[in-house]
């Protein structure tokens, strides 16, 4: 039996359609994950696995906060306090180390080095800095739990950010949009399969990989996808993936050979494929959005990168972007609106990393640019 693609809609329940054993398979799982307190609080927990929650498909453990402490208790093994990042207030907790440096022995150091004198250093920075007071901004690590029905954070980390400009908010306030969007909003997908292992992805990939070394070898500024289907070298990468899918087919006998028409429809379907994941790496992008329309390749359209440039340029000296750069958006929207409205944020992003490769530009926080 073929298993296809996995779709979890943000409907359902992620624990109900994906086995448990599969959650690490999702790389939000392992990470301490930048989300908004508010959606924090309001994580389905888990039923049959303790400390697991879920936003929408994703499995989360762990996440990384920054806000401002509005509540403060102390006991005796451990602080608690209350974190507010402006969507929301959370509990998180702090437990105090014992540390009975009295009792340590330590052998002396070679090099005359204290180490007694550097663990008491230590350990003096670790209660300075735990030394938390109701107004201070803080940026908290640990895992989450629920505890007599409340959502709280087990603290690993907490650290004073000290920030008198909101640099660190500022660059937050960025920062969580384009995780919301580009990671967590995102349908977790799995490949499973228990025959092929080439049935899924593979075939796609490999000609993905090739389509891209064809038009770096032969300087290619644009084509269509029809002359790409003419290429012989492409094709016989498409027609052994394809006539294998084809021999895989449920309706496909194994006396009976596959169709041309079959394996036709297959390779249009592959290379179909192929050029929409290049378009999504922003190797190729399209000034109008249509299949039937002409792609250019993005490194060598050099008018895009010429306007990308200018613009970078031109509106870093505006006094509201002179300290931090162009932030990404306003760069993509510029370009959209100088060049052609159907430029890819995919292909703007790779023309940045050329120029900046090129040290035409610098970026000089996250998704923000400015010239060098």
């Not at 060598?300 to 970078?312: F, G, M, S």
Request: charge should be negative; charged fraction near 25%; glycine fraction near 4%.
């Amino acid at each position: 039996m073929d298993i296809g693609t996995s779709v979890i809609t943000p409907s359902e329940s992620a624990e109900d359609t994906l086995p448990s054993m599969f959650w690490g398979l999702d790389p939000i799982y392992g990470v301490f994950a930048k989300l908004y307190i508010k959606d924090i609080l309001e994580l389905k927990k888990s039923q049959p696995v303790p400390g697991v929650f879920f936003y929408k498909t994703h499995p989360i453990t762990k996440v990384d906060i920054l806000g401002t402490i509005v509540q403060k208790r102390e006991r005796e093994r451990f602080f608690s306090f209350g974190v507010d990042d402006g969507t929301g207030v959370i509990s998180c907790l702090w437990w105090k180390k014992q540390r009975a440096m009295e009792n340590v022995r330590l052998a002396s150091s070679p090099f005359g080095l204290n180490v007694l004198e550097q663990l008491n250093r230590i350990n003096q920075l670790e209660n300075s800095n735990s030394q938390l007071e109701l107004g201070d901004v803080v940026q908290v690590r640990g895992r989450l739990r629920d505890y007599r029905d409340q959502r709280e954070i087990n603290s690993t980390s907490v650290s004073k950010v000290v920030d008198p400009v909101f640099t660190a908010q500022i660059a937050r306030m960025l920062e969580l949009p384009y995780l919301y969007r580009n990671f967590y909003d995102k349908t977790f997908q799995i490949q499973m399969d228990s025959s092929d292992p080439n049935q899924q992805g593979e075939p796609t990939l490999s000609l993905q990989r090739k389509i891209k070394q064809f038009l770096t070898q032969n300087g290619v500024k644009n084509f269509y996808q029809q002359e790409l289907e003419a290429i012989d070298s492409l094709v016989c990468i498409a027609e052994q993936n394809c006539v294998s899918l084809c021999l895989h087919h449920p309706s496909q006998t194994s006396q009976d050979p596959p169709s041309s028409a079959c394996v036709s429809k297959q390779i249009h379907e592959l290379f179909q494929q192929a050029v929409c994941a290049l378009q999504e790496e922003g190797i190729i992008f399209q000034k109008v959005a249509a299949h039937t329309e002409l792609y250019l390749v993005t490194d060598a359209e050099k008018e895009l990168h010429k306007v990308t440039r200018k613009i970078v340029q031109d509106d870093s000296t505006r006094p509201k972007y002179v300290d931090k750069g162009c932030p990404f958006h306003h760069i993509v929207s510029c370009v959209r609106h100088s060049y052609s409205a159907g430029v890819s944020e995919a292909a703007v992003q790779r023309v940045l990393d050329r120029l900046e490769c090129d040290s035409e530009i610098v970026s000089t926080m996250d998704r923000h640019y400015t010239v060098s």
